[in-house]
């Protein structure tokens, strides 16, 4: 009809009066072409609708898989869904077909940020003029994770994930991994006899060290923040509450006898705020057991592997500010690395009475 609005045109219209989902109603439910279907996966994004996005997205880099404009769409799809790795390499297929697409590059940029690979993005960033939108907001943010004394949440959520479909083989084979007993035993030392007690998994994974206390806990909990890894902490059937959750973040429950850490405080630098939210899951006098990699200096510092060591004057010094007592500090190996054994501490630290 004259005068009526094209359906392209009036569904822009509603996404810059900021209403994506109208502008998504009328894409749909025509037959529209490459620009109406890039356009529909960008209201699906803008308006929530991330598996539709993705469906949408999926099916035009499918049937235009030489044209960038469509592989960078999927690319913003999957980097909503949190898709990393596949999002990286979306956004990298696109750059080969077009260099010169400052946009997908800055996509790529912002993918490896969420995954917390800071060099990477900055090296991306470097490669984009200085005046592009938004861009010196990110390399703010790439650099403050940088300097953070904690690796990225983002960084071991995408690291876990990625992991987690073989991560019991590659941890007990490949890395002979002990933590878990080596904190058992260290349990067993500390309160020899014990009656079953309430046990908080904290950074559980698939659930290696939960296994490890089953038998001395009335109630196991976990917590970590790869939904992956829950999954397969899930399957194994030993845990009554299994919670998405950083370690800094204040415990659900409180109460807890025992808390427990294998080889999770090794991505994190600063231990002031676990310890925090490990003594506030506690009951007085209840225990906290963790292992850590050694470091021989003052301190704590990021080793070559991305997993952050820590001194036993460091380790001292945080349990007394954080309101523990030590009770046990033990030299130990909790894993290898390519054959060599990776020094440790296996720590129990006691919750103060209260004066």
């Known amino acids: 009809m004259d005068g009526e609005e094209?359906?392209?045109?009036?569904?822009?219209?509603?996404?810059?009066?900021?209403?994506?989902?109208?502008?998504?109603?009328?894409?749909?439910?025509?037959?529209?072409?490459?620009l109406a279907r890039l356009l529909l996966a960008k209201a699906y994004l803008a308006a929530g609708d991330v598996a539709s996005a993705l469906e949408t997205a999926r099916e035009t880099a499918f049937l235009n898989p030489d044209l960038a404009a469509g592989v960078m769409g999927l690319g913003e799809a999957l980097l909503a869904a949190e898709a990393l790795p596949a999002a990286i390499c979306e956004f990298q297929r696109a750059l080969r077909i077009d260099p010169a697409l400052d946009t997908a590059r800055f996509l790529l940029g912002k993918a490896w940020l969420a995954a917390g690979e800071t060099e990477r993005a900055l090296a991306v960033f470097t490669e984009l003029p200085s005046d592009?939108?938004?861009?010196?907001?990110?390399?703010?943010?790439?650099?403050?994770?940088?300097?953070?004394?904690?690796?990225?949440?983002?960084?071991?959520?995408?690291?876990?994930?990625?992991?987690?479909?073989?991560?019991?083989?590659?941890?007990?084979?490949?890395?002979?991994?002990?933590?878990?007993?080596?904190?058992?035993?260290?349990?067993?030392?500390?309160?020899p006899g014990a009656e079953k007690r309430a046990v908080l998994d904290l950074g559980c994974g698939t659930g290696l060290g939960g296994a490890a206390f089953r038998d001395v806990a009335a109630r196991l909990d976990g917590v970590d923040l790869s939904p992956k890894m829950l999954e397969k902490a899930?399957?194994?059937?030993?845990?009554?509450?299994?919670?998405?959750?950083?370690?800094?973040?204040?415990?659900?429950?409180?109460?807890?006898?025992?808390?427990?850490?294998?080889?999770?405080?090794?991505?994190?630098?600063?231990?002031?705020?676990?310890?925090?939210?490990?003594?506030?899951?506690?009951?007085?006098?209840?225990?906290?057991l963790f292992t850590v990699e050694r470091w021989d200096g003052d301190g704590f510092e990021l080793g070559p592997k991305r997993r952050w060591r820590h001194s036993e004057g460091y380790l001292r010094r945080t349990a007394e500010i954080a309101g523990f007592d030590l009770t046990g500090l033990l030299s130990c190996v909790p894993r290898v690395e390519r054959g060599v054994d990776v020094p440790g501490f296996a720590v129990a630290i006691r919750k103060k009475e209260i004066l």
């Open 234 to 288: 899930k399957a194994r059937g030993i845990y009554d509450l299994l919670t998405l959750a950083d370690l800094e973040t204040p415990p659900v429950r409180k109460g807890y006898d025992l808390a427990l850490a294998a080889d999770t405080l090794v991505y994190i630098g600063d231990l002031k705020a676990p310890f925090s939210c490990a003594h506030m899951a506690l009951k007085t006098g209840g225990f906290f």
């Open 6 to 34: 094209n359906p392209l045109d009036a569904a822009e219209r509603l996404m810059a009066e900021g209403r994506p989902a109208e502008a998504a109603k009328i894409l749909a439910a025509g037959r529209g072409g490459l």
């Open 132 to 191: 592009l939108c938004g861009l010196a907001q990110a390399i703010a943010a790439a650099e403050a994770m940088r300097l953070a004394p904690r690796s990225d949440a983002g960084y071991v959520r995408h690291l876990f994930d990625q992991f987690s479909g073989d991560y019991d083989a590659r941890m007990l084979g490949q890395l002979r991994y002990r933590a878990p007993q080596i904190l058992r035993e260290l349990y067993g030392l500390i309160a």
